[in-house]
């Protein structure tokens, strides 16, 4: 690795461009300190396949894929009741400069269903079916119902840490041809019924001509190796469920009632 890129990646990670100046620098410290993970974590795992199958990852994410039918009927059945969908910046602040940038007229939503052990009581009733299921993959930290409006695409950027992949169920997806998921130097198309699994911090973008929505079932599942990765992320949930995960369901609650 080039000096300057290791430079960079040490004290200036790429999550912080797009930012606003003053989230930039309030944001520095922790994401210096994600990036240098990042790096160790690399060094660990060595080479991986861009995309994989869930059984790949975990036994318990390809038994999810299989109550894709449970967890389709019941997302639309909510989606049904007409209730307020935030977008995704809503709850993540820190996502508008994704969120927003391409297409701003078209909407990037999400549900929370479960944000590092916390969910919406709200939600208990409607996704029961869904709980169930998720109740049996014990590696999750976040659950999201993403929705993309038709024609909504999603600038290149990168997740934050690599302590986790993350699990794409296509609910809602016709007319895959006209859109893709690019990870890195591979692309992958939503299709109902199928999952997928990818990591997270590589460069990805979606590019998405669809004239129709697209949903998917989004979890984030912790690695379990090596040993001192899986012991990591463990201890750092508390602090991620306090930090975070209490104020996404807080403004997940208060845009469900403005």
């Given amino acids: 690795m080039q000096a300057s890129v290791l430079f960079r990646r040490l004290f200036w990670p790429r999550v912080l461009d797009g930012k606003p100046w003053p989230v930039r ?22 080479e991986e396949a861009v995309f994989r ?96 409006e038709a024609e909504k695409s999603v600038p290149a950027h990168e997740g934050p840490f690599k302590g986790y992949l993350r699990y794409h169920l296509g609910l809602v997806a016709e ?15 939503w299709r109902e019924g199928e999952a997928f699994v ?13 004239p129709s929505e697209r949903i998917v079932l989004m979890v984030d599942v912790a690695r379990d190796r090596p040993a001192w990765v899986a012991r990591l992320v463990a201890s750092l949930r508390p602090i991620a469920s306090w930090s975070y995960g209490r104020k996404v369901l807080q403004r997940f609650e208060a845009h469900r009632r403005a």
């Fill in 25 to 46: 620098l309030g944001m520095w410290p922790a994401a210096c300190l994600l990036s240098w993970m990042n790096l160790a974590i690399e060094r660990s795992i060595g």
């Fill in 175 to 189: 007319d895959p041809e006209t859109r893709f998921l690019r990870v890195a130097d591979e692309r992958r198309h």
């Fill in 198 to 210: 990818f990591d997270d911090s590589l460069e990805h973008e979606v590019v998405n001509a669809s």
């Fill in 53 to 148: 199958s869930p059984s790949e990852v975990d036994e318990s994410l390809a038994e999810l894929s299989q109550g894709f039918r449970e967890i389709r009927r019941e997302c639309l059945a909510y989606l049904e009741l007409g209730e307020r969908i935030p977008g995704y910046h809503d709850l993540d602040p820190i996502q508008k400069s994704i969120s927003t940038r391409l297409s701003p007229t078209r909407r990037w939503k999400v549900i929370p269903l479960e944000v590092f052990g916390r969910r919406p009581v709200a939600l208990a009733s409607a996704f029961e079916r869904t709980y169930a299921r998720l109740d049996r993959v014990p590696r999750r930290l976040q659950v999201l119902v993403s929705i993309l």
